[in-house]
C-alpha cells in the first residue's frame, strides 16, 4: 500500500510537531512532510520524534519552507511535484501571536496587526493556492486549516483568556487581549469556507481545526497556560490525525473541536 504524502507546516515546535507524532505512531501508511522555516530546526525536531517513535512503518523528512515568503512556497512546491507528484493532505499549522508586543501608546499595533496577518491569513492562503493543484492528483486529498477557540464571534463571551470585566478609563491594562490573533483566526475560518466551496466538487474535504487551549509556546509561558487550564499539545495532535484518517468526514465544511464538537461562527 502506498504511503499518503502529508504536508504540515510549522512542524518542528508545538501542534505541528505533535501532529507528526501521532501519524508517526498510526497503523496507516503515511510519508510525512515536515515544514519548517529553518531545515536545522526541522532535523533537530526530527531526531526528537524518532526518540519517542523509535519503531514504526512511517517516513518523515524535513521540507524548507516559509509561508512569509512565495519563493519558499513555490520552491517547495516544485519539490514536491517532481519527488512525489502529489499532496494527500495539506495541513495548514504555521501560525503567529504577536499581540504580547501591542503597547498602550499604539507604537506598533499596525505592525503587530499586518504582520500576524501576513502569516496567519495571507501565507496561509498562498500556501494553499500554490498546493492546490498537487492535493487535486490526490484520489483522497484533505485540506486542513488550524483556527482557534478565540475566533469564534459567536462565543467571544466565553472567551479562554480570564478578562471578565474591563476598566474604566484609558488606557486598559488588559487591552491586547490577542486582538490580531482572534481577528486572523476568524478570518481563517471564512478563508476555510471560501476554499472548501472551492475545491468540493474536486473531492477535496476541508476543515477548520480548533483543537482548544493548549499548552503550547505560541501565545505563552506553556507553564501559565497550565494554570488556566491548558492541556496537552499531544491533544491536538491525536485530533489532527483523527480528522485525517476521516473520523469527521461528515462535518467537512466546518469549524471543528475535539470529541465530535462544531465550534459556532
Known sequence: MSKEIVLITGANTGIGWETAKALLKSAKPYHILLGSRSMSKAADAIAKLFEHVPVTQNTLEGLQIDIADDES????????????????????????AFDVLIGTDATNARSVFNDTYNINVSGTNMMTFVLASLLLRSTSPRLLFLTSGLST???????????????????????????????SKAAINMLMLIWSFTLKQDGVKTWAIAPGLLATSMVGDPEVLKQRGA??????????KSVIEGERDADAGKVIARDGVIQPW
Open 73 to 96: 512556497i513555490q520552491r517547495a512546491a516544485h519539490m514536491i511535484a517532481n519527488k512525489w507528484g502529489r499532496v494527500d493532505v495539506l495541513v495548514n499549522n504555521a501560525g503567529v
Open 153 to 183: 464571534m459567536g462565543g467571544f463571551t466565553q472567551s479562554h483568556i480570564p478578562v471578565q470585566s474591563v476598566e474604566l478609563g484609558w488606557p486598559k491594562k488588559d487591552f491586547a487581549t490577542a486582538q490580531a490573533y482572534r481577528c
Open 231 to 240: 492541556q496537552p499539545p499531544s491533544l491536538g495532535g491525536d485530533f489532527i
